[in-house]
């Protein structure tokens, strides 16, 4: 069985399974990695990236064996660019296969096989620039000893090796199965980066215009079952009763699987098996979680606030701010879900022998972790099998709706298919814990800041995707796991190295524990943490009578970046010329994914009704590869920001309130205002563009909102404080 | 047994009646370019023309759709001509893509109605949620593909 993408890189079909052509040279190179994250990486399996990435068969076909999932951000488009340049072909040229899980194919920051955290591209594309000229360097030799050529006559053009006296020349599919047995090199000659400022097509987007991309949801194997599933509606409950016999009289209906949480019914369409789930009368335990979180910042929060209670992750300098202005003020992040637009869904085929599942995933390893514990078989007889994503934003790092399909498809010995209803992802999301940060300032008359304390109340956001192979004694791999404290920072990113020159700076956390589970959510800590900070800086500038942009110009004196990105937002929006009563702009700056950005937001308020006039965005990513895929997250990422500011999850003693798009309300295209998004290409490290562009929303329209409506917003979703977009 | 007629072809699917369409095409017809959102006609991901016009097929139970001129994404052309497809990949307007094959029915939908939409215009009639958030390539790529 296999499953074929139509992929404009190939123009032939790009095969789903791995299936090594004979005669290939499969370019294994080895990187060491570095850790440059929060996370300890010295008790972790010693690096073995010794790693397959790319396959040049005797056909002269390509393939590139990609690492990281495709949802819609362009980073395979842009990591086969890479490869593909070194090599000398163009992109058609190259195939794309979705890698199954290997240790080489781990993210050498984490050590960790997923697709996430904005780094997709900065993580892999020396790597990929390194395979593809290692492999060149492997057919160059081979040819140069065929033709009997010094290498630095031959020349690599278009899948081919010619030597320029006698025009004689050798394939790449010639060279290939010779080139396998030259040893790797260790160090081969990059080409010039000839990737940055170049628009690409994206190799999926032809298949997204014709219906033929293929996401976990179309998946269809032979006699293969369908299943629905409901699990507690009160998170960690569980099912007391239900009549298997009744919904086994229901038309289509096969086999109801019993879960720990919940019942699979299975059969052979899905609107038959919904609906018999849907008329089943389950009955349920009275357990699980008893949370609740309305409007307000839910007790959790609150008490317990006692000093001691706190873990100081950042304190430095002191101040003297007896004369100065003091501010202190409360910020709410609400709970949100991810709300992806394909609903959660796996395709199982488990037997005694082996196990291949098909699934979108963000989290290969996971999902082969979580294979490999249910079934017990070895990692070599497991595959996970990668679709294209329909949306991700975190929610797919996670497996345990890959637990729910390996359970049904091992207790019904055949292949299935097991789809969330809507009303299912929603409710049994992992979400964006609701954040509150208790901010503390003090600023002189002159438009000094002297001083900065945050207290952030939250959990953990890694309980569930901290790389797993940290618990060597964890057992089930879809329960949580907490991190140690000191590497758990997600809660305050973005506030531990703000861009801002403040003498007296402190950042500290209290870790809530929560009944229902939350893990990370396009922006995660960035985005309530810049939402508090941002706002909070303004608020400064209002008290001591400053203009908010001069203002924090004043505090960027040694941050000639941030400066240069506020200049440029400050003149696309039209600081300082006059508004009509009514009107106002607000300005915000966030470093985050390895990126700066300032955002800026033109808005008009009338009564409750907040109209978004205009976003403009100015992003510094490092260096811009491909501007018009950055341009595409970051214009997403707006709206995302936007979204955020009216949607919420809210709980009634542990069942999520929100179960559809009628109740959580993402962003339309009516409400979408006119956005603007620059870059300012410098020389620096790379950083992401998939989670930056929503982070400084936020703040950036609640200031205007200030500006437009003397209202301070300290506490999302806006209809808290009565207000709505137009 | 129901009598369809889907991409100009008349197929017989045999599915309860109050099947919605959205699951006929995408189990019993394999087209599967048609998607499932929401289920409530909220999001949109599902639409797919019925005599031309602009339907939720989560939300059309499949009897109803019988003696209708039924077209979804596989249909609207055979290659990706249409000037609605032409303008989203000229724009690269997909992200993820899940939602886009509602969107597009959506939009050429609306050019059959309104050849030369205003932004008003757009406002009213597309509908759809984007959850990656690619509205203003939409924008762009409608008009221009007005504008051929």
């Known amino acids: ?118 780094q997709g591209t900065s993580s892999f594309y020396d790597v990929m620039r390194r395979a593809g000229a290692a492999a060149r360097e492997m057919l160059v030799a081979v040819a140069a000893d065929r033709l009997g050529a010094g290498i630095d006559r031959l020349d690599v053009r278009n899948g081919t090796i010619v030597h320029r006296g006698s025009g004689r020349s050798l394939t790449f599919g010639q060279l290939a199965a010779d080139a396998a047995r030259v040893p790797v090199p260790a160090s081969p000659r990059l080409r010039r980066d000839e990737l940055r400022g170049r628009r690409i097509e994206r190799w999926d987007i032809p298949s997204k215009v014709d219906g033929s991309a293929v996401f976990g949801i179309d998946v269809r194997l032979p006699g293969m079952l369908v299943a629905a599933v409901r699990s507690s509606p009160r998170r960690g409950g569980r099912l007391a009763r239900f009549d298997a016999v ?140 990668r679709t294209l994503l329909g949306g991700g934003f975190g929610r797919r790092l996670l497996a345990d709706f890959v637990k729910q399909a390996v359970m049904v498809s091992m207790r019904l010995e055949r292949p299935v298919k097991l789809i969330w209803s809507r009303e299912e992802d929603m409710t049994h999301d992992f979400y964006r814990p609701g954040m509150l ?39 089930d791999w879809t329960v949580s796991a907490k991190p140690p404290q000191e590497v758990d920072i997600m809660a305050v990113e973005g506030l531990l190295d703000i861009p801002y020159d403040i003498p007296h700076q402190v950042v500290r956390q209290r870790f809530v524990d929560l009944d229902i589970p939350v893990s990370v959510w396009r922006t995660t800590g960035h985005g309530p943490n810049n939402f508090g900070l941002e706002c909070f800086i303004d608020e400064l500038a209002h008290a001591a009578g400053h203009d908010p942009l001069t203002f924090r110009v004043s505090m960027l004196s040694k941050n000639p970046r941030a400066q240069k990105l506020l200049g440029l937002v400050a003149e696309k929006i039209r600081w300082g010329a006059p508004v009509p009563d009514g009107n106002g702009r607000g300005i915000a700056l966030a470093g985050a994914f390895g990126g700066l950005i300032a955002c800026a937001a033109d808005v008009s308020v009338k009564g409750n009704s907040v109209k978004l006039n205009r976003i403009v965005s100015v992003v510094d990513c490092g260096r811009t590869l491909d501007p018009r895929i950055a341009e595409s997250n970051i214009l997403g990422g707006i709206v995302w920001g936007l979204s955020a500011m009216r949607t919420q999850i809210t709980f009634r003693d542990g069942v999520p309130e929100q179960a559809n798009f009628d109740a959580f309300d993402p962003l339309h295209l009516w409400e979408t205002p006119p956005c603007e998004v620059y870059f300012v290409d410098g020389d620096e490290k790379l950083g992401g563009t998939g989670e930056l562009g929503p982070v400084p929303v936020p703040a950036a329209v609640c200031n205007a909102i200030f500006v437009a409506s003397g209202k301070r917003v300290r506490s999302l979703p806006l209809s808290n404080v009565g207000f709505g977009f137009a | 047994m129901i009598d369809l007629n889907v991409n100009g072809r008349d197929v017989v699917v ?116 984007c959850r990656c958030g690619t509205y203003q390539r939409i924008r762009e790529a409608i008009h221009a593909a007005a504008n051929r």
């Not at chain 2, 599915?15 to 019993?28: F, G, I, K, M, Y």
């Open chain 1, 1 to 118: 069985m296999s499953i074929v993408f139509s992929s404009r890189i190939s123009r032939r079909t790009v095969l789903m399974t791995a299936a090594t052509a004979a005669g290939a040279l499969v370019v294994g190179a080895r990187f060491t990695s570095q850790s440059q994250g929060a996370f300890p990486t010295d008790n972790l399996k010693t690096p073995s990236q010794l790693t397959a990435w790319v396959r040049i068969a005797s056909d002269n076909s390509v393939t590139l064996l990609a690492s990281q999932s495709e949802m819609g951000q362009g980073t395979t488009t842009t990591l086969a660019a890479a490869l593909a340049h070194e090599l000398f072909l163009p992109l058609e040229r190259v195939a794309l296969e979705f890698a199954p899980f290997d240790p080489a194919y781990r993210d050498p920051v984490y050590q960790w096989m997923f697709t996430g955290n904005s």
């Open chain 1, 246 to 385: 009744r919904i086994k009289q229901q038309p289509g209906v096969v086999e109801v699987v019993e879960l720990s949480d919940g019942l699979a019914v299975v059969g052979n369409t899905y609107w038959q098996v919904h609906r018999a789930l849907s008329e089943a009368q389950l009955e349920w335990h009275n357990s699980g979680s008893t949370l609740n979180v309305g409007d307000a910042v839910p007790t959790a929060y609150t008490e317990n606030a006692a000093d001691d209670a706190f873990l100081t992750h950042k304190a430095v300098g002191e101040t003297d701010a007896a004369t100065a202005i003091k501010l202190q003020a409360e910020y709410w992040s609400p709970f949100q879900a991810h709300a992806t637009m394909e609903p959660m869904n796996c395709t199982a085929d488990v037997t005694s022998k082996r196990a291949d599942i098909w699934v979108p995933t963000q989290g290969v390893e996971l999902a082969q972790a979580v294979v490999g514990q249910l079934t017990g078989l070895p990692s070599d007889k497991i595959t996970v099998h």
């Open chain 1, 437 to 475: 940060h208790r901010i503390a300032g003090a600023v002189n008359r002159e438009g000094r800041v002297l001083s900065l304390e945050h207290h952030v109340v939250s959990p953990s956001h890694l309980l569930y995707v901290f790389p797993r192979t940290q618990f060597s004694d964890l057992k």
């Open chain 2, 14 to 129: 045999e599915a309860d009646p109050d099947t919605p369409l959205l699951w006929v095409l995408r189990e019993h017809l394999e087209l599967t370019g048609t998607k499932y959102g929401c289920g409530i006609a909220m999001c949109g991901a599902c639409t797919v023309h019925v005599d031309g016009h602009a339907v939720r097929s989560c939300s059309m139970p499949v009897s109803e759709a019988r003696g209708h001129a039924i077209t979804t994404i596989e249909g609207l052309s055979q290659d990706r001509s249409h000037p609605v497809q032409k303008a989203w990949i000229a724009h690269q307007v997909p992200q993820c893509g899940y939602c886009q094959s509602g969107m597009i029915m959506a939009v050429a939908a609306l050019l059959n109605e309104v050849p030369k939409p205003s932004d008003a215009d757009i406002d009213n009639a597309i509908t759809n949620i």
